[in-house]
């Protein structure tokens, strides 16, 4: 059974407007999550994250909101550029799980961002 | 600052045949971890290395996978032999601790025929 779960395989948002991909995560023990993207033929790159005890993380366009109630988190991309075109990972791990797993990270199958220009 | 360098970057084989993939990871980082990707999916975590120790390696199909981390710096998978369903894309992972900032190599797309 999938632990992170990302429901849209893709979206397409218009240029300058904003774009809002969606995960979320069954296991209560995760209180880190992450947003990597993927271009073509390269690894993912780290984007942006944020920890359980925050509910809301920015840095620059990107914006990750967490609603650990819902277990549901958020990227939210303003304005969108042709340059974020990628695959987007949503990413959660369990720092404070001192056993074996600890910093192990359970991705989601991702989703296909496209923004038109 | 050089990343994770992987290679090959591309293989294809013939089912039975053996395969093995390189990853060097970025400089002073002690944590290693090797993912399977498959086509559609997430990347799947095979095996955690800390420094020359394998930590984390309960997903790591040992019937047909191995791995070693020799002198806690670069680090081989290799599968023998390979089946069909081992095609993916391998990707190669590093990180200053355990929990920290995960830091990708571009991968080897694997193809067995």
């Known amino acids: 059974d999938q632990q992170v779960k990302q429901n849209s395989p893709s979206l397409s948002v218009q240029e300058g407007r904003i774009s809002i991909l969606n995960c979320d995560y069954t296991?209560?023990?995760?209180?880190?999550f992450l947003w990597y993207k993927k271009y073509p033929a390269e690894g993912p790159t780290f984007l942006i994250s944020i920890s359980s005890i925050k509910d809301k993380n920015e840095d620059g366009r990107f914006t990750v909101f967490l609603n650990k109630s819902a277990k549901h988190l958020s990227l939210h991309i303003v304005p969108s550029q042709p340059g974020d075109s990628a695959v987007y990972f949503c990413?959660?791990?369990?720092?404070?799980?001192?056993?074996?797993?600890?910093?192990?990270?359970?991705f989601g199958k991702g989703t296909k961002l496209s923004v038109k220009p | 600052e050089a990343g994770v360098v992987q290679s090959p970057r591309y293989k294809i084989i013939e089912k039975k045949q053996p395969v093995a993939f390189w990853c060097n990871p970025i400089s002073g980082h002690n944590t290693l971890y090797w993912y399977r990707q498959n086509l559609g999916q997430g990347p799947e975590l095979l095996i955690r290395y800390e420094n020359e120790e394998a930590v984390d390696d309960s997903q790591l199909p040992k019937d047909r996978f191995s791995a070693e981390r020799l002198k806690g710096v670069d680090s081989t998978l290799k599968i023998q032999p390979a089946e069909l369903g081992d095609s993916a894309v391998y990707l190669c992972?590093?990180?200053?601790?355990?929990?920290?900032?995960?830091?990708f190599g571009p991968g080897t797309r694997l193809t067995v025929l």
């Open positions: 990413a959660a791990s369990a720092l404070m799980n001192y056993g074996g797993s600890q910093g192990n990270l359970i």
């Open positions: 992972a590093s990180s200053g601790r355990r929990g920290a900032q995960q830091f």
């Open positions: 296991n209560s023990m995760f209180d880190y």
